[in-house]
């Protein structure tokens, strides 16, 4: 069984909301190059060349990375903690400056007001999100929160947005997925969800609007607006 962070029995909802974090709650924040130089430099101490790994997506760094120690005869694990502990590192790095974008208390607020089904699903690690939770008075929100430590495959693979959709009882029409990214949009269409995606976070709007998500909203105010409508 997978490592969650559970708040309470789920109960019957109206609609479910799968959010992201970082780029949709709060600005990405995490310094992406910075992790890679330690990362690249991990490697190379192990023997393993990371040059193909060069302009590989955060979210897929890992399953690469395994994939070069396997040809190189490096231990899976060996590079697991390797990847894992910068990774920890840079969450903690980018806590220290992550904010909540205007209005997305406020809409959590009203939608667990409503009695909606709300979880969260990032690829932070579990111990910079407890804390990210508790800085922004949020732990008890989410029914359902799956962090890269709860045992799935980072998004874009669909696994996690699965099994919330399976806890949540909802039929797939009635769970939406928030997020910012490409990761985002592409675990949401692979899991049979309606996928609504915020702008300014990891990736830009053209990129974003050529994979056409069913939403595409420029704030959290603008998001509690399209809930509203479909809700009526």
């Known amino acids: 069984m997978p490592r969650l ?14 959010f992201d974090f970082t780029g949709t709650l709060v600005g990405v924040e995490w310094n992406t190059k910075a992790a890679l130089r330690e990362i690249f430099a991990g490697l190379k101490a192990l023997g393993i060349d ?24 490096v231990e899976e694990r060996v590079v697991s903690d390797l990847v894992f502990s910068i990774f920890d590192k840079y969450d903690f790095d980018a806590l220290s400056r992550w904010k909540l974008k205007g209005g997305a ?20 690690g579990q111990r910079a999100m407890d804390k990210a939770l508790r800085k922004f008075g949020l732990k008890g929100y989410f029914e359902v929160v799956i962090t890269r430590d709860s045992g799935f495959p980072m998004k874009p693979n669909p696994q996690s947005l699965k099994y919330i959709f399976e806890v949540s009882g909802l039929p797939t029409q009635r769970v939406i997925f928030i997020g910012d990214s490409l990761d985002d949009l592409r675990a949401a269409r692979a899991a049979g969800l309606r996928v609504m995606i915020i702008t300014g976070g990891e990736d830009d709007q053209e990129t974003i609007s050529r994979c056409r998500p069913d939403f595409i909203v420029k704030d959290f105010y603008q998001i509690r ?8």
């Open 50 to 73: 990371p040059t193909p790994l060069e302009g590989c997506r955060y979210s897929l760094l890992l399953d690469k990375a395994k994939e070069l120690a396997a040809e190189r005869g």
């Open 225 to 232: 607006e399209v809930i509203a409508d479909l809700i009526r």
């Open 5 to 18: 962070l559970r708040a309470r029995a789920v109960k019957e909802k109206k609609l479910g909301f799968i």
């Open 105 to 124: 208390k406020e809409l959590l607020n009203w939608l667990k007001a409503e009695g909606h089904f709300l979880a969260l699903v990032t690829n932070v």
